[in-house]
């Protein structure tokens, strides 16, 4: 399959304090996702190169914070522009980093571009405190501030490299923090060109440090004493474990993780709609590598065969393929790892009950080389199987039947996760009743639109706990301290 553009991958490399390296503790050898063949070496830094990032963003912390709000802003929505203006190459390096579909790929970088923006229009209008208490007969005054943290630890996984720094560092930045971003080692591109534009911006050096590398580098990032808080986007397992780190020196940290999230669709809806628009999130997002994405779909009765039906049609009408063509709706997923666990998930449910309405199997032929997995839609999932109850991470969308709206909330709340649910009704109140009673970190009624960056996106449970998006998102990079003003 040609997979080639005119596009060439740039090199891989350390970026610290403005400078780039190419040596670290190890090399990882890049797999094209839609090949199968290796494609670039990427140096992999270990505990002394996280060393150097974090002691140059310590040292760029004491002048960023104290530029002024105005230089902060102006900086941010040039990078903004600057990531508008390449979205061609960052496309491009989104499809190298791990095969998302063109389309896909397009639409992520105009959202990385809005969270950017979002951002950098708070840099100069940042909530920088409250007065507590005004002076009265007796009383004092006081008030508080926002401090910034100083250096932050930004941990991102593969799916979504550009979205994941957008998600997070244009924040950490515009609340006066420096960052030191370790990327997966499985996706290092788009990392790259984003540095660049850092420093086109006009962000100075140290201010933002990139360090390819794997779980070695993940651990000393965390643990180093001058990295004062930790966000991280990933899975259940790191989390423990990044968790269980920050605890040794009561560090805070942020956590992005994976969901199971519920879509309820009512008989009342609007099923044409619900049915395009549920299909295409679980599987044209990234083929179904993404966390939000309501990859269990609760269904009423009396319209259950039928829109199994619909669903599974419009599943297996979308074309899986070289993720250049523009008509290609699912690229590969990442690895021959995430094809081993997403088919053994499918052989285990159908094995406990689950009926196999299309998909289900490897895709060989002339996607034989790369990991190809087609949308794999299971009906009849018991609510308590594997299936329903851990995330699959692939194209892999499993379908329960409800009675009512009671049944259907206690299967959408009967997982750990607590990240994203949708509704689907046309009765209003039952919407308003659901929003409030599902538990998750956001709600979606009949379609709205995912990962937005004025809303705050985080979850509850073993989806993690924390925001990025809105206010809430860029209060994350503050502390809060208190400032009493006594009488004498
Ligand atoms: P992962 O937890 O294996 O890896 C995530 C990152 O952590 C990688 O950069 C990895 O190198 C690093 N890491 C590994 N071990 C570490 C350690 N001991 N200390 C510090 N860092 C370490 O996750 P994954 O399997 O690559 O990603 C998939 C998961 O990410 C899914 O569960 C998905 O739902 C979740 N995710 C969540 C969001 C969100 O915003 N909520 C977004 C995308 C993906």
Not at 247 to 270: H, M
Request: negative net charge; contains cysteine; hydrophobic residues 45%.
């Amino acid at each position: 399959m040609d997979t080639s553009t005119d596009f060439a991958l740039p090199p891989v490399t350390l970026r610290i304090g403005g400078q780039a390296r190419s040596v670290g503790v190890g090399i990882h050898e890049h797999i094209n996702p839609a090949t199968g063949q290796p494609d670039a070496l990427v140096p992999l830094a270990g505990a002394a190169e996280v060393d150097e990032a974090v002691h140059a963003a310590h040292r760029a912390f004491t002048h960023w914070r104290a530029t002024p709000a105005g230089t902060r802003a102006k900086a941010l929505l040039k990078l903004a522009q600057l990531v508008e203006e390449h979205t061609e190459e960052f496309a491009a390096l989104a499809i190298a980093d791990n095969g998302i579909a063109r389309a896909s790929a397009n639409a992520t970088v105009a959202a990385a571009v809005e969270w950017i923006r979002y951002y950098g229009g708070w840099a100069d209008k940042l909530p920088l405190g409250r007065i507590t208490s005004a002076v009265g007969a007796g009383g004092s005054f006081g008030h508080t501030l926002r401090q910034p943290y100083g250096v932050i630890g930004a941990i991102i996984t593969w799916n979504a490299p550009l979205m994941s720094l957008a998600m997070k560092v244009p924040a950490a930045l515009a609340a006066g923090n420096t960052v030191v971003v370790k990327p997966s080692e499985l996706t290092p591109f788009s990392a790259m060109l984003f540095a660049d534009l850092i420093s086109e911006a006009g962000i100075p050096a140290g201010v933002f440090n990139v360090i390819p590398g794997g779980a070695e580098a993940g651990a000393a990032l965390v643990e180093h004493p001058l990295v004062k808080k930790v966000t991280f986007t990933g899975g259940p397992e790191t989390a423990r474990k990044i968790t269980s780190a920050c605890a040794q020196t009561f560090k805070p940290v942020l956590l992005e993780l994976g969901g199971k999230s519920a879509n309820l669709i009512f008989a009342d809806a609007d099923l044409e709609a619900a049915a395009m628009h549920s299909t295409y999130m679980a599987f044209g997002v990234m083929s179904g590598q993404a966390c939000a994405l309501p990859t269990r779909l609760l269904v009423q009765e009396s319209i259950y065969d039928a829109f199994v039906a619909k669903v599974g049609a419009i599943a297996a009408s979308f074309k899986v393929g070289n993720p250049q063509e523009p008509d290609t709706i699912c690229g590969p997923v990442i690895n021959q790892g995430a094809i081993d666990r997403i088919d053994s998930m499918v052989k285990r449910a159908q094995e406990q009950g689950a009926r196999l309405v299309t998909g289900g199997q490897r895709l060989e032929g002339d996607l034989a080389g790369g990991f190809y997995y087609p949308p794999t839609v299971l009906a009849d999932v018991n609510p308590d199987s594997e299936l329903a109850q851990k995330e699959v991470f692939g194209p892999v969308l499993a379908i329960i039947r409800f009675s009512d709206e009671a049944e259907a909330l206690a299967i959408a709340n009967g997982t750990d996760y607590g990240l994203s649910g949708s509704i689907w009704t046309g009765d209003a109140r039952r919407a308003i009743r659901l929003a409030e009673a599902l538990e998750t970190g956001e709600v979606a009624v009949n379609g709205a639109a995912i990962a937005v960056a004025e809303r705050p996106f985080g979850g509850i449970g073993h989806s993690g706990n924390g925001n990025e998006g809105g206010l809430e998102g860029l209060e994350e990079f503050f502390w809060t301290k208190s400032v009493a003003y006594g009488n004498g």
